[in-house]
């Protein structure tokens, strides 16, 4: 099983500052990452798949990038519907797709 | 806009069964494999299982394979998960999800969840 670690578990942010969150895979999964943000009480949302391509309708603040077992989630400008729980996924294998334990942006 | 709603989350007793539905809108559910996602308390989530636009392939998690089906109404835009033998561990929010494409396992819509507890 390919395991997803993400840091920090929390990141604190000012309104308006920018925020990097990271994720890191136990081996070589090329660019099969995916990110997702989820509010409480709420569905969670595709925001970049590919490691770095937007899904449809989310903003050019939020950006991907990385490749291998690096990656990183970059949100500029943050606005407060931004602050919410965030998971990478890796889809290497399509059949032991795995999920990160989150990182938390909260307001600081 | 695309709409997924689960429903029938319950407490159960451990060794029960319980039937999860997904009612889907809003985009061509027959053109798309559908997906089981969970998210259990303190842990991170789950695929748990996926069938394909025509309901022929499906496949599972090894945690729940032999003991979980999932199968699809496309006349209804349905989808289900038909859970026996269920252990605390299957405690969990239980989310339908929709595939990018076809098998990518990139979920671009989901829905709110259905909880579903096991419990004596």
């Known amino acids: 099983e390919i395991v997803m670690t993400q840091s920090p578990p929390t990141l604190s942010v000012s309104p308006g500052e920018g925020a990097t969150l990271s994720c890191r895979a136990s081996q070589n999964i090329g660019t099969t990452l995916a990110w997702y943000q989820q509010k409480p009480g709420q569905a969670p949302r595709l925001l970049i798949y590919g490691a770095s391509t937007r899904a449809t309708g989310i903003p050019a603040r939020f950006s991907g990038s990385g490749s291998g077992t690096e990656f990183t989630l970059s949100i500029s400008s943050l606005q407060s519907e931004d602050f919410a729980l965030y998971y990478c996924?890796?889809?290497?294998?399509?059949?032991?797709?795995?999920f990160g334990q989150g990182t938390k942006l909260e307001i600081k | 806009e695309v709409q997924l709603v689960e429903s029938g989350g319950a407490v159960i007793q451990p060794g029960g069964s319980l039937k999860l539905s997904c009612a889907a809108s809003g985009f061509s559910f027959d053109d798309y494999t559908m997906h089981w996602v969970r998210h259990a308390p303190g842990t991170g989530l789950e695929w748990v299982s996926l069938i394909s636009w025509d309901g022929d392939t499906t496949y599972y998690a090894d945690s729940v394979k032999g003991r979980f089906t999932i199968s699809r109404d496309n006349s209804k835009s349905s989808l289900f998960l038909q859970m026996d033998s269920l252990r605390s561990e299957d405690t969990a929010f239980y989310y339908c999800?929709?595939?990018?494409?076809?098998?990518?396992?990139?979920?671009?819509?989901w829905g709110q969840g259905t909880l579903v507890t096991v419990s004596s």
């Open positions: 999800a929709k595939d990018l494409q076809d098998m990518t396992t990139i979920f671009d819509y």
């Open positions: 996924q890796q889809y290497n294998n399509w059949l032991l797709s795995t």
